[in-house]
């Protein structure tokens, strides 16, 4: 008799169980469809960037395969979304010539951009001495001698969006902003400010998330 009582249990509890298992699982496919079905309706975009302008202090070219730069750089992020938010984890800045990269990694700290939102930041970015390819080297300083030095400026970071009081799991970002500077271009010499000269730039940067 006890058994037959031990075996009723169990039969009870593994359908108990069975009722809790499915139940969790249509709850998570709810939840997931409306988080899906709430994605779809916002149609959320990515941030926009352009670099607005550059400042070179220093770009040097001190041997074939050496060289150390000093530059400032304005960049704006344009949030296009009306219902999402925006959660910029660290951003790092760097500049790359010829694919290469030229400076140190400057910091970006996080920020939070609302709805049609824009941030503008101006980090400094630099390098002392950095190593590099003899023909990158060579390249720069023949590119200094026409005017016009086609530099990449580089945003790396993750993204996190905000619609209502759901925040998503973070996104790697990649941005890439052509900076195609005039340096000792007669036609566009540019600002004179103190030791530095500014170079207005406006050209849109590509976004990847």
């Not at 910029?88 to 609302?114: E, M």
């Not at 002392?128 to 390249?139: E, F, L, T």
């Not at 030095?149 to 902003?177: A, E, N, P, Q």
């Not at 406006?202 to 976004?207: F, G, I, L």
């Amino acid at each position: 008799m006890s058994d037959k009582v031990c075996s009723h249990h169990k039969s009870k509890k593994r359908k108990i169980l069975r009722r809790c298992c499915a139940g969790l699982l249509i709850f998570n496919f709810i939840v997931l469809f409306l988080i899906l079905l709430i994605w779809a309706i916002l149609q959320p975009k990515k941030p926009r960037f352009t670099i607005q302008d550059a400042t070179i202090f220093n770009l040097n070219v001190s041997a074939p395969n050496v060289i150390s730069t000093t530059v400032q750089v304005t960049v704006n992020s344009h949030n296009p979304n009306s219902k999402i938010g925006v959660y910029y984890d660290k951003l790092d800045v760097y500049a790359t010539y010829h694919n290469q990269q030229i400076t140190y990694y400057t910091v970006i700290p996080p920020v939070y951009q609302g709805h049609k939102d824009v941030n503008v930041w101006s980090p400094f970015i630099y390098g002392v001495n950095v190593p590099v390819a003899p023909y990158n080297g060579i390249s720069l300083a023949q590119d200094q001698t026409n005017g016009a030095i086609r530099m990449t400026v580089k945003i790396d970071g993750r993204v996190k969006w905000k619609v209502g009081t759901f925040v998503s799991g973070r996104y790697h970002l990649h941005i890439s902003c052509p900076a195609n500077i005039p340096l000792g271009n007669s036609k566009n010499s540019g600002v004179i400010i103190g030791n530095a000269v500014k170079y207005q730039l406006s050209q849109s940067c590509s976004v990847s998330v």
